[in-house]
């Protein structure tokens, strides 16, 4: 059985080598995304106490985290050399951000439940797409979009300046 939860704190120990993990992956593509240690700990922990961060549970197992901003993402206010498929409507999407799933647990379909998971809160709260950015060359994940119904919309560059493909699915 698998399940859908947010993260609690002692979830911690379980979650951060998921992470890592997913760092060695990226790396593996040759690309920069998540080499400087990001997401940290402290991170995480502010996702959980923010109440946006969030775990996939097979059997008693975590195997997938991921966090939903319920308010918007700020870097997603301008894009370029596109547009979202909402138009500019703030507020009528929640985001979806630092996606990670165990190696073990990769192509079992958690991708599918998380994308899943977003969109029904998403829909219980009246919103009409779903966001996402990622990594030009995250080609495994920018498939997985693409697989689970997301459209690329443009790029958008987060505070630190770092260019990012950007993609949203209607609900």
């Given amino acids: 059985m698998t399940v859908v939860r947010k993260t609690e704190t002692k979830d911690l120990d379980s979650i951060m080598p998921i992470f890592s993990e997913a760092r060695k992956t990226i790396a593996l593509l040759g690309i920069d995304q998540w080499q400087n240690g990001y997401p940290s700990q402290t991170v995480i922990e502010q996702d959980i106490d923010k109440e946006q961060s969030y775990c996939v549970i097979v059997g008693e197992k975590i195997c997938a985290t991921f966090a939903i901003l319920l308010h918007g993402e700020p870097t ?3 894009i370029f050399d596109g547009k979202w498929l909402t138009g500019d409507e703030k507020g009528q999407y929640l985001a979806i951000h630092r996606v990670a799933i ?11 439940k998380i994308i899943s998971y977003a969109s029904e809160l998403a ?7 779903l966001r996402i950015d990622t990594h030009e060359g995250n080609v495994v994940m920018r498939r997985m979009l693409e697989k689970n119904g997301f459209v690329h919309c443009g790029t958008i560059f987060l505070k ?3 260019k990012r493909v950007a993609y949203e699915k209607l609900l």
């Fill in 102 to 112: 165990a190696v073990a647990s990769r192509g079992n379909g958690i991708s599918g």
């Fill in 76 to 78: 997603y206010d301008e």
């Fill in 160 to 162: 630190d300046g770092d």
């Fill in 123 to 129: 829909t219980s709260l009246g919103k009409r797409s």
